[in-house]
Nanobody, 129 residues
Framework: QVQLVESGGGSVQAGGSLMLSCEAS????????MGWFRQAPGKEREGVAS???????????NTAESVRGRFTVTRHNRKSIFYLQMARLEPEDTAVYYC???????????????????WGQGTQVIVSS
């Protein structure tokens, strides 16, 4: 059973940086798509980044246009920990951030929340102006 635990959220001023972590357990060595999502109050859950992995190999990384150039998805070299590095944060980035996992490649539909069946509990990010 896959379990995902996010951490690293907090409050930061606009222009600042945060790094979120997602510690995964129960992942198999099969190809897996790890996604980062966020959900602001009253808005739909939005895919912000994904990383396509196969064991220790990384096939691809994706970022949404809304965060491209500011957010980067990475992984630990030896552990099942995935990171979302966020720079030049804006008040519009305020949301609860989630990591998600789904067997298979990420593909073009990686931002679609419904394709993932494993989710963490989320971590709050607040960006003040």
């Amino acid at each position: 059973q896959v379990q995902l635990v996010e951490s690293g959220g907090g409050s930061v001023q606009a222009g600042g940086s945060l790094m979120l972590s997602c510690e995964a357990s129960g992942l198999t060595t099969s190809r897996t798509c790890m996604g980062w999502f966020r959900q602001a109050p009253g808005k739909e859950r939005e895919g912000v980044a994904s990383i396509d992995i196969f064991g220790s190999y990384t096939y691809a990384r994706n970022t949404a246009e809304s965060v491209r150039g500011r957010f980067t998805v990475t992984r630990h070299n030896r552990k099942s920990i995935f990171y979302l590095q966020m720079a030049r944060l804006e008040p519009e980035d305020t949301a609860v951030y989630y990591c998600a996992a789904q067997l298979g490649s990420c593909g073009g539909n990686w931002p679609m929340a419904h394709r993932y069946n494993n989710w963490g509990q989320g971590t709050q990010v607040i960006v003040s102006s």
